[in-house]
């Protein structure tokens, strides 16, 4: 009984947060927390480091070793590098600018007093919760071409001879940039629309008294103030594109025709789980990882996003 008890009080003194400091209390509850980090981000990074610079395969899957940098030799000394690297920079930017368009444009549209406003934006927003899966497996079936609703569609509406969307690599490539604009949209949207939310309405009614035309107000008065918040999500935005391993391989079935349609991340799983080149396949996601980083750094720099708008 004495035991118990004392284990009790020991228990007791243990969790309370009066006898010890602020800080040590913080950082018990911060321990859960780094272990889930440390298991799931920085563990698995430094073992794609250290893979990088190996000769893992399937061949050597027991006994690789280090080999220093022939890996990222391999890969900048491979053709299909860069005609995957300039694919992907169209995929990105080709994504990003209609993401943002359209994003905006609804934004404005919804901004104003409208009828049905909620289950328009409501509507707008479903791309948006649906699994990207689905998504990619339902405009993959839409873009059949004997019985795809978009062939149908063109031929009875346009009288236009149906489409290879599958079949040939331009149009296959076009069919996922077509799937990801319809779903990365409605992300912009509602960034943009909170944006709008938070501009003084006082700025519009000055811009008005000046007899400002609704272009020149969007582009003193709008635009200057969504910046800031338009910004990281395009940052955001980028990044997620530009590694959007499942529209490219669920839309296309792998890369298909021909591996004609892969952007650098698609490439990067075929290699590690099609060919079982493992050290290639993380020297070449270190090398996306780097992109990413320089580009974000520059990106933010360049555009000063984290300056204040007022």
């Not at 905006?104 to 707008?124: D, H, Q, Y």
């Not at 899966?133 to 031929?155: C, D, H, K, P, Q």
């Amino acid at each position: 009984m004495k035991n118990d008890s004392a284990e009790k009080m020991s228990s007791r003194a243990f969790f309370d947060t009066e006898r010890i400091s602020p800080n040590t209390f913080a950082y018990i509850l911060m321990v859960p927390a780094a272990l889930v980090m440390f298991g799931v981000v920085i563990y698995p990074f430094f073992y794609n480091v250290l893979l990088s610079f190996s000769n893992m395969s399937l061949r050597h899957f027991k006994d690789w070793h280090i080999i220093g940098f022939r890996q990222y030799g391999e890969v900048f000394s491979e053709k299909i590098f860069y005609s995957v690297f300039f694919k992907t920079l169209v995929w990105t930017f080709v994504n990003i600018f209609f993401h943002v368009t359209i994003g905006v444009a609804l934004a404005i549209i919804l901004n104003r007093k409208l009828f049905g406003k909620g289950a328009i934006r409501t509507l707008l927003i479903l791309p948006w919760a649906i699994p990207q899966v689905i998504v990619a497996l339902t405009w993959r079936s839409m873009f059949n071409y004997e019985y795809g609703a978009i062939n149908l569609f063109i031929a009875q509406y346009f009288h236009m001879t149906p489409i290879q969307w599958l079949g040939k690599p331009l149009e296959a490539f076009s069919a996922c940039i077509i799937t990801n604009i319809w779903l990365g949209f409605p992300f912009m949207m509602t960034i943009a629309l909170g944006g709008l939310q938070s501009i003084p309405r006082e700025l519009y009614e000055a811009a008005d008294i000046d007899g400002a035309t609704g272009w020149q107000k969007f582009w003193t008065v709008t635009a200057p103030l969504l910046r800031p918040v338009m910004i990281p999500a395009i940052t955001l935005g980028i990044i997620w594109t530009f590694n959007n391993v499942n529209i490219i391989w669920l839309v296309s079935n792998g890369g298909e025709p021909s591996d004609q349609t892969h952007i650098l991340v698609s490439y990067v799983y075929k290699a590690a789980f099609n060919l079982y080149r493992y050290g290639y396949a993380a020297a070449l996601s270190m090398v996306i990882f780097a992109i990413l980083l320089i580009f974000s750094l520059f990106f933010l720099n360049r555009t000063r996003a984290s300056e204040a708008a007022y």
